[in-house]
């Protein structure tokens, strides 16, 4: 049985850092890629970052490339997602996602069951 647990969301000011960690249990194969999605209040499940567990490979989305970044210990089966600068418009439910395919999907074969990241003025 696949499980995703996400930690590391929390409340912080407007310019801070935030550092997410997703570790994956029951997830044997490399061929998975792994990567968050978020949610914003009223607004729509939204790509942020993939990683290909095999390749390293990683891509970011735009609205964030600049300031999030993406990274992984195959060792401990865990993913990260290190955020700087934060904005107000970062706060949602950050996801995290294991995905059979190239990169991770909103139609995504595993999820974690989000934590809150509040960005605060």
């Known amino acids: 049985q696949v499980q995703l647990v996400e930690s590391g969301g929390g409340l912080v000011q407007v310019g801070g850092s935030l550092r997410l960690s997703c570790a994956a249990s029951?997830?044997?194969?490399?061929?998975?890629?792994m990567g968050w999605f978020r949610r914003a209040p009223g607004k729509e499940r939204e790509f942020v970052a993939t990683?290909?567990?095999?390749?390293?490979?990683?891509y970011v989305a735009g609205s964030v490339k600049d300031r999030f970044t993406i990274s992984i210990d195959n060792a401990k089966n865990t993913v990260y997602l290190q955020m700087n600068n934060l904005k107000s418009e970062d706060t949602a439910v950050y996801y995290c996602?294991?995905?059979?395919?190239?990169?991770?999907?909103?139609?995504?074969?595993?999820w974690g069951q989000g934590t809150q990241v509040t960005v605060s003025s």
């Open positions: 990683i290909s567990r095999s390749s390293g490979t990683t």
């Open positions: 029951g997830l044997t194969s490399s061929s998975y890629a």
């Open positions: 996602a294991a995905d059979r395919r190239l990169a991770v999907t909103i139609w995504a074969d595993y």
